[in-house]
């Protein structure tokens, strides 16, 4: 995983786990985001992310946090 992979990761992580409403976003009843809206609100922020991006996040990461 590139760097700027890892801290995105990191920060979406962050985000999902703690404080989605963080980046404008509300999780459903079972945890899970809405990924436009959570790419949205990522970019909102100052980060740059796209779908490609995330979908590699997802895949590559070792710990499986977005299982």
């Known amino acids: 995983m590139k760097k700027n992979d890892t801290e995105l990761s990191k920060y ?26 959570l790419i949205e609100g990522i970019c909102a922020k100052g980060h740059t992310i796209d779908i490609k991006t995330l979908e590699r996040i997802v895949r590559e990461d070792s710990k499986q946090r977005y299982s």
Do not use: M, Q
Request: net charge neutral; hydrophobic share 35%; glycine share 8%.
């Open 12 to 37: 979406i992580s962050y985000i999902l786990r703690h404080c989605p409403e963080k980046v404008g976003i509300s999780l459903d009843r079972e945890g899970w985001a809405d990924t436009r809206a």
